[in-house]
């Protein structure tokens, strides 16, 4: 059933390549809902994820010719919409922790289809980070998984702190280029230190 949806979400992306309206719509109606819950969940303000998720759908058919999706159209579009969540944190700078704390109060209260979205996300993220060359793998394990400073990484490892900084920076490059072009840096890391 999985590969059959893939091959829908396939054919629309083609589409959608080719100036096609219908496929935007198609897409819109298919994931409106579960996108709009998702970030409901963290910001409980109905215009503004309204408006972020419109945005979302803007940006796909503006960036709809050079656009390459290496995930799924799902967890792409749920990427796209936590990054934008996030901006909106940024932008009324909330400050770090509480963002944090309200986010793993909020996730209790999620919804079956955006834990499968954020699933689906996390399992993509975690996919790439296999494929990352061995040292580099295991200081990006270090860093966001047991959460080592740079300095413990480095006396762990035995390396220099700027090694272990390019292997991070190395493997956040590696991310962002197989997630696709909406992503940052930061996005990447809040997903890999808080939503796992």
């Not at 970030?39 to 503004?48: F, H, M, R, T, W």
């Not at 035995?158 to 292997?167: A, D, L």
Request: charged share 25%; with cysteine.
């Amino acid at each position: 059933m999985q590969s059959n949806s893939k091959t829908n979400d396939d054919i629309l992306i083609d589409r959608l390549k080719k100036g096609d309206k219908k496929a935007l719509t198609e897409l819109y109606n298919t994931y409106w809902k579960p996108l709009f819950i998702s970030s409901y969940n963290l910001l409980k303000d109905n215009e503004l994820c309204e408006e972020i998720i419109q945005d979302v759908f803007i940006d796909l058919w503006n960036s709809r010719e050079k656009i390459q999706i290496k995930i799924s159209i799902n967890s792409y579009l749920y990427a796209c919409t936590r990054y934008k969540v996030f901006s909106q944190f940024r932008k009324n700078k909330i400050i770090r922790v509480e963002l944090f704390e309200d986010l793993n109060k909020r996730f209790q209260y999620a919804t079956p289809e955006t834990k499968l979205m954020h699933q689906e996300l996390v399992e993509q993220i975690d996919a790439i980070v296999e494929t990352l060359p061995q040292r580099c793998k295991q200081v990006y394990k270090l860093s966001r998984g047991e959460q080592l400073s740079h300095k413990e990484i480095a006396e762990q490892l035995n390396i220099s702190t700027k090694t272990v900084e390019n292997h991070i920076t190395n493997a956040l490059k590696i991310l962002k280029m197989s997630l696709g072009h909406s992503f940052s840096i930061e996005i990447l890391y809040l997903i890999s230190q808080n939503l796992n």
